[in-house]
């Protein structure tokens, strides 16, 4: 029989050395928002003239009279600056996978085989590159997944014509729409069912060295459950978390606001409005709240990981897969 | 039953061989005949192509201007095609001779004879006649859907109340095909592979070759072909940047005037010069060295599914 798997948890259990998995976080968290502050550095002339492309488009649209003619072409197209912008997205995202999977690959190689490295972890090593590519296949695995809600429709489409002649008030067709919900479930739980089979796909190309997505079909076999309920388990705590922040959030800008409102009156413009949400009293609480949140979405991450790690040493323990030392 | 040997087929054709770039001289033999068929093809049909391309011109001009758009001209459209049929019969040759090539290194370790390889022997011609059975199986596919849906409604006018019931089938019809075509193509998908191992036509053999390794095979080749797409994708978006810098000033111009003439001149002006051209060769030669390690890469799964189903 296999052993239980008792995942949820695992990315936090005592091992020999503390505070890798926190310098990795850091050292992530540091450099992504270095990332931003760059990308926002970069293009701050084409940011700054998006902002006022759209607002005078929106102005635009606002002061135009029913039935007038649209605007231009010329006004409609962006700035080229902000054209620019599109491949410089594309490539901050790139680069942002990269890092994404450079964390991931530290977090698993410490969980996984024991292994440091790098700066905080953080390395453009093989195992970086097995996990980024990995990213990929979920991509094109969710592209597959959307071809297959299309050719569902499509089906619906041509079932309504070939054998309902596609008149809407056959019985044939009034039949029919009670099964599509069913479909669309069907659909939905199959998707749930391949993501939890082949969630440890980069914990296992980290075992097993080598890029290995497919393995983690065998390494969830049998383990589905334990697997599905330990991703529940966490996506549930990350949302009741946020729900509570939010409330508490909320509430603190509620209270504050009001006792403003009382002191100074209602605030008269848009500035006003800004000027007493800026203010510490308001911004505090927000600033709290993201950072918390940001916090918990770290430690929600390092959870899953650490599922999909204890997978991987669960498969090796069972002699599902080979670790390649 | 007994444990299959793991596949591990995805860079099969990859690995240490005690010969080197066999491959790579079969696929640059390849690459080079093709450019040369390509290059006959243009220059045999060179008198057509000017009045297609002086009818597109007109046509740009014509939809800038609002005005009526001309007919396309029949008689150097209809000369083209018999060049058509045969550069695309002889470019399936030069395919064939290039997989057996390849194939016969990957399977048997022979190398040598004709072009680095590309020869019209008795394996090129096995290979391309896997095309052709490719082709027949695709054309019965054709035949076999629209059969089904036209036995659907003829079951659909005497069905009554089961109507429902078709109609579910109707529904989810496509996607069973989709799954039918995706599981013949990988099971036969060494068709080739077997012919050149056996040195006789095998195309249905390959069927009891990939008996068992349905999943493997798929995984392999759907690493490759994200692999391929997205290294792909990247090069094309690096490539364009320069591209893209030039055209965004035209297209705005274009936008704003509308004046075709003038935007044709400006098109000329921008990308007629040497450093575009230098950097469309070296598109053309990314794409083509990307597109050669990708189709090695497929040979070399089909040659590792055989080699596996031949060993004890």
Redesign the interface.
């Given at each position: 029989m296999a052993n239980a798997l008792n995942a949820t948890f695992f990315a936090f259990r005592k091992r020999e050395k503390g505070g890798v998995l926190l310098g990795a976080t850091i050292a992530f968290v540091v450099v992504a928002v270095l990332m931003v502050g760059a990308f926002y550095a970069l293009n701050a002339q084409a940011i700054g003239d998006y902002f006022t492309w759209a607002t005078s488009l929106g102005a635009n649209m606002e002061t135009g009279k029913p039935g007038a003619p649209p605007p231009s072409?010329?006004m409609m197209?962006p700035p080229?600056s902000v054209?620019?912008l599109g491949?410089m997205y594309?490539l901050f995202i790139?680069f942002y996978y990269i890092l994404l999977a450079s964390y991931e690959a530290a977090c698993l190689k410490w969980m996984i085989r024991g292994e440091t490295g790098g700066v905080f972890g953080l390395s453009l090593g093989a195992d970086t590159w097995r996990v980024y590519?990995g990213y990929?296949?979920w991509f094109?695995l969710l592209i597959a997944f959307y071809i297959?809600i299309a050719?569902?429709a499509?089906?619906?489409a041509?079932?309504?014509f070939?054998?309902?002649?596609g008149d809407p008030a056959?019985?044939?067709?009034g039949?029919?729409a009670l099964?599509i919900p069913v479909?669309v479930l069907a659909l939905v739980l199959g998707l749930v069912y391949f993501a939890v089979r082949l969630a440890p796909a980069s914990a296992t190309s980290i075992a097993r060295r080598k890029?290995a997505?497919?393995d983690a079909?065998a390494v969830t076999k049998g383990r589905f459950w334990a697997l599905f309920g330990a991703f529940v388990l966490l996506f549930l705590m990350l949302i009741v978390l946020c729900i509570v922040l939010s409330i508490g959030m909320g509430a603190m800008i509620g209270i504050n606001a009001a006792s403003q409102v009382a002191e100074s009156g209602q605030p008269q413009s848009a500035e006003g409005v800004f000027r007493m949400l800026s203010s510490p009293q308001v911004l505090v609480p927000i600033v709290a709240m993201y950072g918390t949140m940001l916090v918990a979405s770290m430690v929600f991450y390092i959870a899953l990981f650490g599922v999909n790690a204890r997978a991987a040493l669960a498969a090796i323990e069972d002699g599902k897969i080979q670790a390649v030392a | 039953m007994a444990e299959l040997e793991p596949l591990d087929a995805t860079f099969f054709a990859f690995r240490k061989r005690d010969r080197r770039f066999v491959l790579t001289l079969a696929s640059g033999a390849y690459l080079g005949l093709a450019l040369l068929l390509g290059a006959v093809y243009l220059a045999a049909t060179w008198g057509a192509w000017g009045a297609i391309f002086t009818w597109y011109v007109d046509m740009l001009r014509a939809a800038a201007s609002g005005g009526e758009p001309s007919m396309p001209p029949m008689g150097p459209l209809l000369a083209l095609a018999p060049w058509m049929l045969l550069v695309a019969v002889a470019g399936y040759v030069l395919f064939a001779a290039y997989e057996a090539a390849c194939l016969r290194w990957l399977l048997r370790g022979e190398s040598g004879g004709g072009v680095f390889g590309l020869n019209l022997g008795a394996d090129t011609w096995r290979v391309f006649a896997c095309y052709w059975v490719w082709v027949g199986l695709f054309t019965g596919f054709v035949a076999l859907v629209a059969g089904f849906y036209l036995g659907l409604r003829a079951l659909a006018e005497i069905a009554g109340p089961l109507r429902i019931v078709l109609m579910l089938v109707a529904a989810l019809a496509p996607l069973g095909l989709l799954a039918l075509v995706i599981f013949a193509a990988v099971r036969l998908a060494p068709g080739a592979a077997m012919s050149v191992a056996r040195g006789r036509f095998a195309f249905f053999s390959a069927w009891h070759a990939t008996r068992g390794r349905f999943w493997a095979l798929l995984g392999g080749f759907f690493i490759l072909i994200v692999g391929y797409v997205v290294i792909a994708s990247i090069i094309s978006q690096v490539f364009q940047i320069p591209v893209r810098g030039e055209l965004a000033p035209i297209m705005a111009s274009i936008l704003a005037d509308g004046d075709a003439d003038a935007a044709l001149a400006s098109l000329r002006e921008a990308f007629m010069t040497p450093m575009f051209f230098a950097l469309g060769a070296a598109y053309l030669a990314a794409a083509m060295i990307l597109a050669s390690v990708f189709r090695v890469a497929l040979f070399g799964i089909n040659a590792r599914a055989v080699l596996t189903a031949a060993s004890p």
């Open positions: 072409m010329d197209m080229q054209m620019a491949p594309l790139l590519f990929w296949m094109f297959v050719i569902v499509f089906g619906l041509g079932s309504f070939a054998v309902a002649g056959s019985n044939a067709a039949g029919m099964f479909i890029f997505f497919f079909w | -």
